[in-house]
């Protein structure tokens, strides 16, 4: 079993700036798959960003360029750096990790991202 726990969120003006955390139980925290996906009221969840193992990321094309995901493996942490946030930027985000070697899927708690003036 895999516990996630994201930290955060908050209200923010748009064009602000927010990090958002997750720290990952288990030991082989370099080995998973780590993504953020946020669900905005009355849509689906979905996909933000993600970082495998090699740590390449990749990002929905609405963010890219304004969000950045990392991860710091010493730390069992995965970040989502959130630069020029807009209204439309505003969801519950939930940290993803994916382990292997069934790659199952475990979830956060989820952490409101408010941008608002």
């Known amino acids: 079993q895999v516990q996630l726990v994201e930290s955060g969120g908050g209200l923010v003006q748009p064009g602000g700036s927010l990090k958002l955390s997750c720290a990952a139980s288990g030991s082989i925290f370099s080995f998973y798959t780590m993504g953020w996906y946020r669900q905005a009221p009355g849509k689906q969840r979905e996909l933000v960003a993600v970082i495998p193992t090699g740590g390449i990321a990749n990002y929905a094309g609405s963010v890219k360029g304004r969000f950045t995901i990392s991860r710091d493996n010493a730390k069992n942490t995965v970040y989502l750096q959130m630069n020029s946030l807009k209204p439309e930027d505003t969801a519950v985000y939930y940290c993803?990790?994916?382990?292997?070697?069934?790659?199952?899927?475990?979830w956060g708690q989820g952490t409101q991202v408010t941008v608002s003036s």
């Open positions: 993803n990790a994916q382990v292997p070697p069934s790659w199952k899927d475990y």
